[in-house]
């Protein structure tokens, strides 16, 4: 654990969390740079972002020009909707996520971006977009257009906590000082960062038990970072092998034997190979054998989550992958090209198959793990494992593990209940508290009522013997 001593809040430990954490929520509410003070006014160009102080709006114009013009183009293209029901109001926050990317001429949106679509400033209860007066002071999250509104939503008291919560973190950063910003990676500067990564699971867990209330420092901030999105899903996965014992046995070995430098230099040009690979700037890559996983039933939000991270912790921990082949798999991967069956090239260092996974599994290489996230929080993609044989295609090979989490216990329960009509399915760890889960409370808006979970809260382990 030495060098969680000596962290320090250093330039190169900003820097890492600049690169690392990245996560950036849209408040409606409060001032975009500081997300603290009450916003006075909003940018006179978009209206859609807003700042407690011209001070702030200055601060932060380097980042909001990247995107200040989309905004004003999607808040003009919508500016007097309204909604008589859910399910309009539904088709409108896709519509505006699709206009934003025609804008920007790509297919996936920021995690910033795709709050702005999904998380409107409208009223919570009605969709409408006019005289929104009546905020709910605490968490700054929601607006109503009426008081009648504000106390008609019976269902923001179970979750205003958490989104206080989840904002108060976002304006942690600002409040200590670290002023990181919403930009690419800074290729020469990863050597630096990575060697602040905890260096495998043992120092990993010692950091995450360290269970946070509210932030007070670099090491709770870390922490609570490691908590959060994609953070946690390459930590779930990884102590998921490590639970079942695969880390130390097969191909996912450390390699103790290197010296902290070679380890350290090796790391180093592996991560920023992997990002340059994966964003197409270099042709060919020498890689040792690819540890291929599929992600099933995944959304796009899933796939816009930073996979780059994904990939630098996973060549991070397990030092002799150099290239996990991200597979992702999904009906509901809208705006996702797939690749070319016959010319499997790997164009930006993921794939995507808009598919059901029982559809495609047999024309896909055999995975080292398929990993099935979130399971059925509210998402109908998960209808499909409920038939026989999509269960089936989960579990096509031999002793390849199935990672499975979910936001509830009983809802994973029932997964893992459902599958021992299938005798030859064997449970590895049954249905347990994911310690690697996400902190940070998400606002499920595929369901009526807004609602929060902590996604991937539960976890089990199963496999075909
Ligand atoms: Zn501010
Ligand atoms: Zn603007
Ligand atoms: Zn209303
Ligand atoms: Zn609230």
Redesign the pocket.
């Given at each position: 654990m030495d060098w969680l001593m000596e962290l320090d809040a250093t330039e190169a430990v900003r820097y890492r969390l600049h690169l690392f954490i990245r996560s950036q929520q849209y408040y409606g509410n409060s001032c975009t740079r500081c997300f603290l003070s009450k916003p006075l006014k909003k940018c006179a160009s978009c209206k859609v972002v807003s700042y407690c102080s011209r001070k702030h709006q200055v601060e932060d114009w380097k980042l909001h020009k990247l995107d200040c013009s989309a905004l004003k183009n999607l808040s003009r293209r919508f500016s007097n909707v309204r909604h008589k029901s859910f399910e309009s109001f539904s088709e409108y926050r896709d519509t505006l996520a699709m206009e934003l990317k025609r804008f920007h001429k790509r297919e996936m949106l920021t995690e910033y971006e795709r709050s702005i679509c999904e998380l409107p400033w409208v009223c919570s209860v009605c969709y409408s977009k006019d005289s929104l007066n009546f905020e709910?002071e605490?968490?700054k999250?929601?607006v109503y257009c009426s008081l009648e509104h504000k106390q008609d939503d019976e269902g923001?008291k179970a979750e205003?906590q958490r989104?206080?919560f989840s904002r108060i973190f976002d304006s942690f950063p600002y409040e200590n000082g670290f002023k990181w910003e919403r930009t690419d990676f800074v290729f020469e500067k990863v050597p630096t960062h990575i060697q602040f990564l905890p260096k495998d699971m043992d120092e990993l867990s010692c950091l995450i038990q360290k269970q946070i209330k509210s932030p007070k420092g670099i090491h709770e901030m870390i922490s609570y970072y490691i908590h959060n999105d994609f953070y946690s899903v390459s930590a779930t996965i990884l102590y998921a092998l490590e639970r079942i014992g695969l880390i130390d046995r097969r191909v996912f070995t450390r390699k103790p034997s290197m010296t902290e430098e070679e380890r350290r230099d090796r790391l180093a040009d592996r991560v920023v190979n992997n990002m340059l690979y994966s964003m197409g700037n270099i042709k060919t890559l020498k890689m040792e054998p690819a540890m291929i996983i599929h992600f099933v039933a995944v959304d796009e939000y899933e796939v816009t989550l930073n996979w780059i991270t994904f990939v630098g912790l996973f060549t991070h921990w397990l030092l002799n992958i150099d290239y996990p082949k991200l597979i992702f798999i999904g009906p509901a991967l809208k705006y996702c090209d797939e690749p070319d069956f016959d010319a499997l090239t790997i164009r930006s260092g993921y794939q995507c198959y808009k598919r059901a996974y029982k559809d495609i599994v047999n024309s896909l290489e055999k995975p080292d793990m398929v990993i099935l996230l979130d399971y059925r929080n509210g998402k109908k993609d998960f209808d499909e494992f409920d038939d026989t044989s999509s269960r089936r295609a989960l579990f096509k090979h031999k002793g390849v593990p199935l990672i499975v989490t979910a936001s509830k216990q009983d809802q994973l329960e029932h997964f893992v209940n459902k599958q021992s009509d299938l005798s030859y399915v064997e449970v590895l760890a049954d249905v347990h508290k994911n310690p690697f889960a996400d902190s940070r409370p998400r606002r499920i808006w595929d369901e009526k009522c807004l609602s929060t979970c902590v996604k991937n809260d539960y976890i089990a382990i199963l496999t075909r013997n």
């Amino acid at each position: 654990m030495d060098w969680l001593m000596e962290l320090d809040a250093t330039e190169a430990v900003r820097y890492r969390l600049h690169l690392f954490i990245r996560s950036q929520q849209y408040y409606g509410n409060s001032c975009t740079r500081c997300f603290l003070s009450k916003p006075l006014k909003k940018c006179a160009s978009c209206k859609v972002v807003s700042y407690c102080s011209r001070k702030h709006q200055v601060e932060d114009w380097k980042l909001h020009k990247l995107d200040c013009s989309a905004l004003k183009n999607l808040s003009r293209r919508f500016s007097n909707v309204r909604h008589k029901s859910f399910e309009s109001f539904s088709e409108y926050r896709d519509t505006l996520a699709m206009e934003l990317k025609r804008f920007h001429k790509r297919e996936m949106l920021t995690e910033y971006e795709r709050s702005i679509c999904e998380l409107p400033w409208v009223c919570s209860v009605c969709y409408s977009k006019d005289s929104l007066n009546f905020e709910c002071e605490k968490c700054k999250a929601v607006v109503y257009c009426s008081l009648e509104h504000k106390q008609d939503d019976e269902g923001h008291k179970a979750e205003c906590q958490r989104l206080e919560f989840s904002r108060i973190f976002d304006s942690f950063p600002y409040e200590n000082g670290f002023k990181w910003e919403r930009t690419d990676f800074v290729f020469e500067k990863v050597p630096t960062h990575i060697q602040f990564l905890p260096k495998d699971m043992d120092e990993l867990s010692c950091l995450i038990q360290k269970q946070i209330k509210s932030p007070k420092g670099i090491h709770e901030m870390i922490s609570y970072y490691i908590h959060n999105d994609f953070y946690s899903v390459s930590a779930t996965i990884l102590y998921a092998l490590e639970r079942i014992g695969l880390i130390d046995r097969r191909v996912f070995t450390r390699k103790p034997s290197m010296t902290e430098e070679e380890r350290r230099d090796r790391l180093a040009d592996r991560v920023v190979n992997n990002m340059l690979y994966s964003m197409g700037n270099i042709k060919t890559l020498k890689m040792e054998p690819a540890m291929i996983i599929h992600f099933v039933a995944v959304d796009e939000y899933e796939v816009t989550l930073n996979w780059i991270t994904f990939v630098g912790l996973f060549t991070h921990w397990l030092l002799n992958i150099d290239y996990p082949k991200l597979i992702f798999i999904g009906p509901a991967l809208k705006y996702c090209d797939e690749p070319d069956f016959d010319a499997l090239t790997i164009r930006s260092g993921y794939q995507c198959y808009k598919r059901a996974y029982k559809d495609i599994v047999n024309s896909l290489e055999k995975p080292d793990m398929v990993i099935l996230l979130d399971y059925r929080n509210g998402k109908k993609d998960f209808d499909e494992f409920d038939d026989t044989s999509s269960r089936r295609a989960l579990f096509k090979h031999k002793g390849v593990p199935l990672i499975v989490t979910a936001s509830k216990q009983d809802q994973l329960e029932h997964f893992v209940n459902k599958q021992s009509d299938l005798s030859y399915v064997e449970v590895l760890a049954d249905v347990h508290k994911n310690p690697f889960a996400d902190s940070r409370p998400r606002r499920i808006w595929d369901e009526k009522c807004l609602s929060t979970c902590v996604k991937n809260d539960y976890i089990a382990i199963l496999t075909r013997n």
